[in-house]
Structure formats: C-alpha cells, structure tokens
C-alpha cells in the first residue's frame, strides 16, 4: 500500500473511530447522585423509549436488599444503594415520636449488568428517628469515591471500587448536631473539590468539607439542618449556593459561604424538603402545606427579590419530591391535595392537576401523595415513578398530561398514613431504570428495540 492510501485509510479509521466515541458518548450518560449527574433531574440518554408498550417492559435482574428511602446511584458500570438491616426494635411510622432500633447502615455496590454483589460496607448504626425505615440520602459518586450520609449523621468517603473507607466523620459527635426528627435527608453536595452538606446549629447549619481529606473548609449560616440538599446555580454573573432551612431560602459564596441574599420561607415542622427550582430568572420553592415562594433573580448581580407567594389552592405545595420547572410552567405532586398539578409561573395559578401520576383512577385527596419526575431530554415527556410503583412516560405541558403508559416494576413496601408506598427516586443510566423498594432493587429496560 502506497503513502497516500494509507493516510486515507488512516484518516477513514480516525473519522469512524470519532464518530463512535461521540454516538457513544450521546447516549451513555451515568446517574452518579440525586437526581442525576447534574442534579436537574434531566435523563440526557439516547436511543431510550418513547413510550411503554402495551406488554410492559423487560426486567434485566433484581437483588434483594432491605430498608430505606435512598435512591440508587449508577456510574462505571455499578449500582450503589444504600439500605438499614434492622436487628431489633418497633419501626413506628409518627410524624410526632422517634422510634428506635438497633441495626446496620450498609452501602452496597452491585455489578450493573447482572445485579451481582461486588462489596458491602456496614456499621453498626442505632436510629432514634421517624419514619425509621432506613437511610434517605442517595449515594453520590465522585470519581473513584463514592459519598453517602446516614439517617444519624456519619458522613463517609468509601472507594467506589472495594468500598474500603477514606475518611469518615459523625454530625453528632464532630458538631454537636441535632439530628432531625426524620433523620439527615440533604443529599450531600460535591462541587469542585468541596462537599456541601447540611448539618445544623449556630453557624453550622451547612458546611463545607475537602472531599478529600473530610477537613472542613468553611462554616456558615445559623440555622437547623432541615431536609433539602443545597444546589449550585449560576445567576448575576456568579456562581451561587443555594440553601433552603426551615426558615429562609438563602444565597451562599460556594467558595467562603458568605451570604448574598435571603428571603424567608417557613415551612410547617421544618419541612423544608424540596430543591429550590429554577427556569432562566425565575426561582420556585416550596414545601408542604401552604408555603411556596416565587424569585426573580437579579441578571446584572448578585440579587434576588421575591414575586408572589403561596396560598391555599394556588401553587403547588411539595413534601418528599422536587418539582420541575420548564418553561414558565413548574409541575409537582402537591402534599395537600396528592395529585400532580401544573402551575403558572406568571401569578401561581393552577393550569390543570391529576391523579394518573400519583396513584390512577383516584378521585379525591391523598394526603401527601408523591410521585417522582425526571425529564427525558428537552422534550415533553417525563419518565414518572408512581409511589404505586409503576414506572410511567407522560407528556406534560401547559394544556395537560398525556400518558403514554405504564409498568408495574415492584410492590410498595413503606407504609405513610395507612397506606403502602415508594418513596424512592429511581436512578436512570445505561438505558436503565433502577428502583428499589424496602426488599429489592430491580433494573428495568429502557432501550428502544
């Protein structure tokens, strides 16, 4: 083969072997925390389902585990989810007492592929909480590290590969914290090479550790740690950490934690659960009974200024799943009325609201009826986890929802006001859903056949 046809043939192995990567990389897309890797709640994959059929969906595998609310995470070909073995002790369900039970909080890493076991990490963890049922923060993968929070505040650095620990640090016993009534629920942070998370008290309320070494590098607000992990958003030209506690929603420098703004928001029993959401300048946030705040975010700088509030029958009042904000429409389960309902941006009014997603065929109010939503892309349709424990693809838009079918993927196993429930946020990743209950973690097919 002569010069010239072999540079071609090169040139022609380079381009195909390009082209390969890029597909690859347009459809490969892992779910490395909460609400995915970008914490938007945004499924970026291609080549997935545009609808459930009519024969349901295939399930790859399933494996046992135990209790919890955490979601799974999904990166480098393993799924971690974290569960609670309970050893002894009455599980009482009361908004209003702390039950409690010895047991192990175990982070447990599975082969994505088949569901097999690759390594287990467990300690001994008593619960003195509500709601005991296991851990609620989903694991967030960092590279070669995986990062999880316990109900009980141990806050751990484990090697995503064997699961061997890098560091670890307890919020009870470093800081003095007061666990909350329905245990550490703020899905911690990693941003850069710190670790946001919400711990609670006088000028504590979040920190900042080295992701690293588990150092803290800075301390800020006085506040108790409520629920709702912080968030990063970029507004006024600036880089902007967004923290919502039990009494005001407030703008952060991520780098030093100094204060921007604040604008007060209090939510009934320091539920503030919900990730603030945003859509271009605008910001919602909400939480569970009547409290729910529209902000205009300043363009120019560093500012905010509140627009209206919520009140009975406007807006949309969210307990345990965020809401998605998408072209001046914001959609989420509402605590009060149990159905899904879309809102106006412009002034909070209710555009339309639905039962199909939360639990279908009903007809009246479920209290804090829940269902979590994921955006497929930037279209229309949302992939929607009933807490029935059917997996959905619905259109959602100004004028209504449209269902494109659904699939029955497992059982609810948690009980909330004398019903049964999931009430855990699905991880989306290799064309796969994976889901879990309080017995088992199954992975569904998505992939367009």
Same mark, same amino acid.
């Given at each position: 083969? /002569?010069?010239?046809?072999?540079?071609? +043939?090169?040139?022609?192995?380079?381009?195909?072997?390009?082209?390969?990567? *890029?597909?690859?990389?347009?459809?490969?897309?892992? !779910?490395?925390?909460?609400?995915?890797?970008?914490?938007?709640?945004?499924?970026?994959?291609?080549?997935? *389902?545009?609808?459930?059929?009519?024969?349901?969906?295939?399930?790859?595998?399933? &494996?046992?585990?135990? %209790?919890?609310?955490? $979601?799974?995470? &999904? &990166?480098?070909?393993?799924? #971690?989810?974290? =569960?609670?073995?309970?050893?002894?002790?009455?599980?009482? /369900? /009361?908004? @209003?007492?702390?039950?409690?039970?010895?047991?192990?909080?175990?982070?447990?890493?599975? =082969?994505?592929?088949? $569901?097999?076991?690759?390594?287990?990490?467990?300690?001994?963890?008593?619960?003195s909480i509500s709601y005991p049922v296991g851990p609620r923060c989903t694991p967030t993968v960092d590279g070669d590290h995986v990062y999880i929070l316990g109900s009980e505040g141990d806050l751990k650095c484990l090697g995503a590969s064997d699961g061997d620990v890098v560091w670890a640090r307890n919020l009870k016993r470093d800081f003095a914290a007061e666990v909350p009534m329905w245990g550490f629920a703020a899905h911690p942070l990693i941003d850069g090479e710190l670790l946001y998370t919400m711990v609670g008290g006088s000028g504590q309320g979040i920190v900042a550790?080295?992701?690293?070494?588990?150092?803290?590098? !800075?301390?800020?607000?006085?506040?108790?740690? @409520?629920? +709702?992990?912080?968030?990063? *958003?970029?507004?006024?030209?600036?880089?902007?950490?967004?923290? #919502?506690?039990?009494?005001?929603?407030?703008?952060?420098?991520?780098?030093?934690? /100094?204060?921007? !703004?604040?604008i007060p928001i209090e939510p009934s029993y320091e539920m503030s659960i919900a990730k603030p959401v945003v859509d271009g300048n605008l910001m919602f946030a909400s939480a569970i009974h009547t409290e729910a705040v529209l902000i205009k975010l300043a363009s120019d700088r560093v500012a905010a200024e509140e627009i209206w509030r919520g009140e009975p029958k406007n807006a949309v009042h969210s307990g345990t799943s965020t809401p998605m904000f998408v072209d001046g429409v914001i959609y989420g389960t509402d605590c009060n009325e149990g159905s899904l309902i879309a809102v106006s941006s412009e002034d909070g009014s209710r555009l339309w609201e639905t039962f199909e997603a939360t639990k279908p065929g009903e007809e009246r109010f479920i209290k804090h009826g829940t269902? #979590?939503?994921?955006?497929? %892309?930037?279209?229309?349709?949302?992939?929607?986890?009933?807490?029935? %424990? =059917?997996?959905? *693809?619905?259109?959602?838009?100004?004028? $209504?929802?449209?269902?494109? %079918?659904? #699939?029955?993927?497992?059982e609810p196993t948690s009980e909330c006001f004398g019903r049964s429930v999931v009430w855990s946020h699905p991880a989306y990743a290799d064309r796969t859903a994976y889901i879990r209950n309080d017995k088992e973690i199954v992975a569904v097919d998505l992939s367009k056949k």
């Open positions: 083969m /002569n010069h010239s046809k072999s540079l071609v +043939c090169s040139q022609v192995l380079t381009a195909a072997l390009t082209t390969l990567i *890029i597909a690859s990389a347009s459809w490969a897309d892992d !779910w490395r925390g909460w609400m995915g890797d970008q914490r938007d709640g945004v499924y970026r994959e291609s080549g997935i *389902i545009d609808e459930v059929p009519s024969a349901g969906l295939d399930v790859k595998w399933r &494996a046992p585990i135990q %209790g919890g609310y955490a $979601g799974p995470a &999904a &990166a480098d070909g393993r799924v #971690f989810v974290f =569960d609670y073995a309970k050893k002894s002790g009455e599980t009482i /369900n /009361n908004p @209003g007492q702390r039950a409690n039970l010895e047991g192990q909080e175990r982070l447990t890493a599975l =082969d994505a592929r088949s $569901g097999n076991v690759l390594w287990h990490h467990a300690y001994d963890c008593p619960y550790f080295d992701k690293r070494t588990g150092e803290v590098a !800075w301390k800020a607000l006085d506040a108790k740690a @409520g629920y +709702c992990p912080p968030s990063i *958003i970029e507004s006024g030209g600036s880089r902007q950490l967004i923290v #919502f506690h039990p009494a005001a929603i407030v703008s952060l420098d991520p780098g030093n934690g /100094n204060e921007h !703004w604040s269902a #979590f939503l994921t955006r497929i %892309g930037d279209s229309d349709r949302y992939l929607v986890m009933s807490e029935t %424990g =059917d997996l959905q *693809i619905a259109r959602l838009t100004e004028k $209504g929802y449209e269902d494109l %079918g659904r #699939f029955h993927v497992l």
